[in-house]
């Protein structure tokens, strides 16, 4: 447990806390239905989505879908930086041809060019960006040809 958890846990066991309840938006399509969750600092996210949570392979997202970042298990500890969790499916989806959006670019946090790598895996500058590649999944997610874009990011790194 990291310091910021053990906070966490101490301002939801101290009741004279005022700042102890939080809110945050609890959505995405791995749940029945969404929703504003009022809640404790300190409270386990494992706690939270029992009985919340419709299949049993998802994704966690901490923060928004398209500058969020995966959060590689359930055991978080909730406190104030939390304002948005989605809970997404595993979906086994079938690609599609790059259709050139551009999105998977755009959106990227660490500013890489996966669709580059993907046209180029064995060139020297795609292992250059393989090597920069944080591992957030966020170009899988918003690629509309549902290319499984960190796969190959991750692939030989
Ligand atoms: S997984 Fe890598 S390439 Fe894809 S958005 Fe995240 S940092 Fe960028
Ligand atoms: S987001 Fe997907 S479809 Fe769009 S450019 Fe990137 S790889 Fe191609």
């Known amino acids: 447990m990291n310091v910021q958890s053990v906070l966490a846990v ?3 066991f ?3 806390c005022e700042n102890a309840v939080h809110y945050f938006t609890l ?3 791995a749940l029945e239905n969404s929703a504003v969750i009022k809640t404790k600092w300190g409270v386990n996210l ?5 009985n919340l949570v419709s299949v049993q392979d998802y994704t966690i997202i901490m923060g928004g879908l398209l500058k969020g970042r995966v959060i590689p298990s359930t055991d978080y500890i909730i406190d104030k930086s939390v304002s948005a969790i989605f809970v997404m499916k ?3 989806n079938v690609a599609s041809a790059c259709i050139n959006c551009g999105a998977c670019v755009l959106n990227c946090p ?4 996966p669709k580059y790598v993907l046209d180029n895996p064995t060139k020297k500058m795609a292992k250059n960006q393989k090597s920069k590649c944080m591992g957030c999944n966020v170009c899988s997610y918003v690629c509309p040809a549902k290319i499984n ?3 190959y990011m991750k692939e030989g790194n």
């Open 149 to 151: 874009l960190s796969k």
């Open 14 to 16: 101290n009741q004279n």
């Open 46 to 50: 494992q706690e939270l989505l029992n």
């Open 27 to 29: 959505a995405g399509n």
């Open 10 to 12: 101490y301002y939801a």
């Open 110 to 113: 660490g500013k890489l060019n």
């Open 90 to 92: 595993n979906e086994e």
